[in-house]
């Protein structure tokens, strides 16, 4: 009893150095059950990824071969750490033939897609600007995020705070083989090379906040300059409706009829050929003309919830309210933080399947496509309906059904 007195005796005593102690080994303890926690993510990752490398494949066929584009500059170059710990020890236990090809520096990844082939699945692991890159190619495409924004990996897998689960996720996913189609936004300025995006093109002040104004700024701004701020950004618009969405192929070929029955049909068509149906001129693209000043200007796909069936292909163009105080913007920018997409009261949407966004020739300011800066200027917008097929969470395309 003497000794446990003398204990607290010296605790209070010295109650500052017992206090950091405390503080210390608490850190220490969190820190150590928070690498338990992510070695048996692995280990459970691993285990269900070892079921597909035993599974017993034919004679005539080889393995599957994918081709990872990664990324090693995402997440403050700690991608390729994060890959070779989390998702390469899945694939290779799942009997896949990888191939890693590193970027070096942007705009490499789609130079290199154009001299692959002879892969059976593509990988990107990286975040929302080694998307960007991603060229059109048949062949499925896996999305293992690893960079700070991956806004995609919502609509594909099912969040999670832990980068651990939501990586290995990602993987068993292209595991299992449930995919979905994305539309792609095809972004052309005059004599430049177009630029692709999965999620959206932002142009205005919300997106120029949120990138380079920090709050010290914001404060001067409003003191100083308040008749300048928040900007509006006035513009050219024109669009043109969206178009009717083609009935979806059956999902497995019917089968080929009989050998009689062939013989039959084309000595039919020999002695009676079918009479050719005069072609019809497709009919000149409807636009429609604008002149709009908006506090911000953003044009997105429907790639939230790629589950949804819908009657028309269509981007989704978003036009901001003009006439916000401070306060407001203020308020307003702190959800757009969250979701930069999501429209705020009294907005303006319409539905187009492309547009051509004329901007004045000084002062534009610049674009955010896919979380990625450009230059902004006057460019075309074409929606590319269902040109690409990811892999998808088998959970999270339950849930998005669900949300219909």
């Not at 800066?373 to 999270?396: D, G, I, N």
Request: charged residues 25%; neutral net charge; contains cysteine.
């Amino acid at each position: 009893m003497a000794r446990v007195v003398k204990v607290f005796r010296t605790l209070r005593n010295h109650w500052k150095k017992s206090t950091v102690a405390v503080c210390l080994l608490s850190y220490g303890g969190h820190w150590l059950y928070g690498k338990h926690c992510d070695s048996v993510l692995r280990r459970e990752a691993c285990l269900e990824a070892r079921v597909f490398g035993q599974q017993l494949i034919g004679p005539q066929e080889h393995l599957k071969k994918a081709t990872v584009i990664l990324n090693p500059a995402a997440c403050n170059r700690k991608a390729n750490s994060l890959f070779e710990k989390n998702a390469a020890p899945l694939l290779h236990l799942a009997g896949m033939e990888i191939k890693i090809v590193k970027t070096d520096y942007e705009g490499q990844a789609k130079k290199l897609m154009e001299l692959m082939d002879q892969t059976d699945i593509l990988i990107i692991a990286g975040g929302d600007g080694t998307l960007q890159e991603e060229t059109f190619s048949k062949i499925p495409i896996g999305f293992i995020p690893l960079g700070f924004s991956n806004s995609l990996s919502q609509s594909l897998h099912l969040v999670s705070d832990n980068k651990v689960q939501h990586i290995t996720k990602a993987t068993l996913s292209i595991l299992k083989g449930v995919t979905v189609h994305l539309d792609v936004l095809q972004i052309q300025g005059e004599k430049e090379q177009p630029v692709f995006a999965l999620s959206s093109l932002r142009w205005g002040a919300f997106r120029d906040v949120a990138t380079k104004i920090s709050k010290e700024t914001i404060n001067q701004d409003v003191l100083f300059t308040p008749q300048q701020w928040p900007q509006i950004h006035q513009a050219s618009l024109s669009y043109m409706g969206p178009v009717p969405r083609p009935p979806d192929l059956p999902a497995e070929k019917p089968s080929r009829p009989n050998l009689l029955y062939r013989i039959h049909r084309r000595l039919k068509n020999y002695w009676n050929p079918p009479i050719e149906e005069p072609s019809k001129e497709p009919e000149p693209e409807q636009w429609e003309n604008t002149e709009i000043s908006t506090m911000e200007l953003s044009v997105s796909t429907h790639n939230k919830n790629p589950v949804k069936r819908r009657v028309d292909d269509s981007m989704l163009i978003t036009l901001e309210p003009e006439s916000l105080t401070v306060g407001q913007f203020i308020k307003e920018g702190t959800k757009k933080a969250v979701d930069p997409t999501e429209p705020i009261e009294n907005s303006l949407q319409l539905e187009a399947s492309a547009a051509c966004l004329n901007l004045p020739k000084e002062g534009a300011g610049f674009y955010d496509i896919d979380n990625e800066e450009y230059e902004a200027m006057s460019v075309e917008v074409r929606l590319l309906p269902r040109k690409l097929r990811f892999f998808c969470s088998e959970e999270r395309k339950e849930q998005l059904a669900q949300a219909l």
